[in-house]
C-alpha cells in the first residue's frame, strides 16, 4: 500500500473494523468515543417524526365542516361517511409506497429519503389546505401519502444513531414525536380552521384565509416543514455504505481480526456491507412478521379512535355527541400533547426497563377496553365536570397507545440487523397504513350508522362504535402472547438483548 494512500480499514482495541468513507462506520466512531444520550440527534429524531405525524391528523377537527363547506353530504348524518374516505385516502397512499421507500433507504441512505418525504409534506399538505372539492383533497391526501416514506425510515434511523443501551429512548422518541403529532395536528387544526370565523378582528371574509378557511392550518404545518428540512442538512447519516470493490484488496490479516470478534451479533453488523444477501427473508422472520400483524391490528384501533373522537365530540348532543367545537377539540387534544410529552421523556423508558416493551404494551390494552367503555357515557354530564373527565381521558388513552406503540417498535427493530431494517420498517409502515386506510371509512360508516339509531334498543347510538374499538383492542392484546409472537430467534440483531423474562 502506497504511503500517501489512506488504509480502506481501521481497527480499535476491541477488533472492530471501521472502514474509512463509510458515514455508519463514522458515526460508530464517534458515538463509541462519546457514550453519553445523542441529545441532539435524538431532537432532531423527534421534529422530523412530529413532522411526518403533524399533516396525518390536523385535518380531523375541522373535516366534519370541510365535508360540510364542500356540499357532497345530502344531510348531517352522511358526514361521517365521506369524511372517513378523505382520512383513509393518504393512508392507500402510503401503504402503495413504504417498502419502497424503506428499499430506498436501505440502499442510497436514510437521509437523501427523509429529506425528499419533508419536500413532499410541504407541497400536498399546502395544496389540500387550497382543495376546493371532495375529489381535490381526496387526490392531494393520496399523493401526500404517497410521497411521504418518513415514519419506516425514522424507527429504524432511531435506533441507529444511538447506543444499545440508549435504544429504548430513542425509538420511544420516534412514537413520542408520532404521538404527539397526532394530538398537536389535530390542536393545529381546531384552533386555526375557520380564522375568518374565530379571529374577525384578524381576519376578514374576503381575505385568503376567509376563502379557503382550512388552508391556514395547512400552511402552519408546512412552514414547520420547512424549518425541519433545512434543520436536516446536519443530521447523520447511519447507512454502511462499503465499498466491495475496494475490499477485495484488504489484506487477509484484516478480515482475519474481524472473524475473531467474540459478539457474532457485532460481526455480523460489521460484515453486512460484504454479504448482504445471506440476510433471512422477511416474510419468513415470523417474530418479524407476527410484531407487524399485532402492530397492524393495534393501528386499526388508533385511527379509528383518531377519526371517530372529533367527529364524535363535535356532533350533536341529540345524535349523541358532545355538541364541542373544533376550538375546544383542539384544546381537548392540545393538553394531552403536553402531558404525552412529559411521559414520553420520563416515565415511559423507567417503565420499560423495568417490566419489558411487550408486558408494558399488554397492560396499555387492558387498561383502554374500560377506558372506551366510559366515552359514551360522557355525554350525560356538561359543565367543567365533562371538561375535566374528558380531558383527563383523552390523555390517558394517548399515553396507553403510545406505549404499546412504542413496545412494538422496540421488538420490531431488535429482530432484524441493519442492513434490513430501512426494508422491514418499510414493510411495517405500508401494513399498518393498509389497516390506517381502512380505519378512518369503516369508522365513519360506524359512527354515521350509529348516530341514525339512537334508539336501538342494543347498544343504541356511539355505544356500538366503542364496542367495535374495544373488540379490536382484545384481539390484539390476545395476539401479543405466544404462540402466536414468539421470542425471536437467534441470529437477529439485539435477539439476546431483549428481555423476554415478561413475555412468558
Known sequence: MEENQEPLLRRNNKSKLYFHGCPGCQLDQRLEAKP???????????????????????????????????????????????AGFVGASMMLGRALTSVLWGVLADRYGRKPAIVLSIISVIIFNTLFGLSTSFWMAIVTRFLLGCFNGILGIMKAYSSEVCRPEHQALGISLVSSGWGIGLVIGPAIGGYFSQPA??????????????????????????????????????????????????????????????????????????????????????????????????????????MAFSEIFPLWAESDRKLGGLSYSSQEVGQVLTISGVGLVVYQLTLYPLFERVLGAILLARIGAVLTIPLMVAFPFMGLISGFLLKLILNCASLLRNILSVSI????????????????????????????????AIAPACAGIVLSWAQKNQDSLFLPGEHVTFLCLNVTIFIGFIMTFKPFLPPPSEGYTGASDFDWKVSM
Open 36 to 82: 453519553g444520550i445523542p441529545y441532539l440527534e435524538f431532537f432532531y429524531v423527534w421534529i422530523i417524526t412530529l413532522c411526518t405525524a403533524l399533516p396525518i391528523s390536523s385535518l380531523y377537527p375541522f373535516l366534519y365542516f370541510m365535508i360540510r363547506d364542500l356540499n357532497i353530504a345530502k344531510q348531517e348524518e352522511d358526514i361521517g361517511f365521506y
Open 405 to 436: 406503540m412504542t413496545g412494538l417498535f422496540i421488538f420490531q427493530n431488535n429482530v432484524v440487523s441493519q442492513c434490513q431494517r430501512g426494508a422491514a420498517s418499510g414493510l411495517a409502515v405500508a401494513l399498518q397504513s393498509v389497516f390506517r
Open 197 to 302: 370565523k374565530a379571529f374577525p378582528d384578524i381576519f376578514s371574509e374576503d381575505s385568503l384565509f376567509g376563502r379557503f378557511p382550512y388552508f391556514l392550518p395547512c400552511l402552519l404545518i408546512s412552514l414547520f416543514a420547512v424549518g425541519v428540512c433545512i434543520a436536516c442538512i446536519w443530521i447523520p447519516e447511519t447507512l454502511h455504505k462499503h465499498d466491495e470493490r475496494k475490499l477485495k484488496n484488504v489484506g487477509f490479516e484484516c478480515l482475519e481480526a474481524s472473524s475473531n470478534c467474540s459478539d457474532s451479533d457485532q460481526k455480523q453488523e460489521e460484515l453486512e456491507g460484504i454479504h448482504p444477501t445471506s440476510e433471512k427473508s422477511l416474510l419468513k422472520n415470523w417474530p418479524l412478521m407476527s410484531s407487524i400483524i399485532i402492530f397492524c391490528v393495534f393501528s386499526l384501533y388508533d
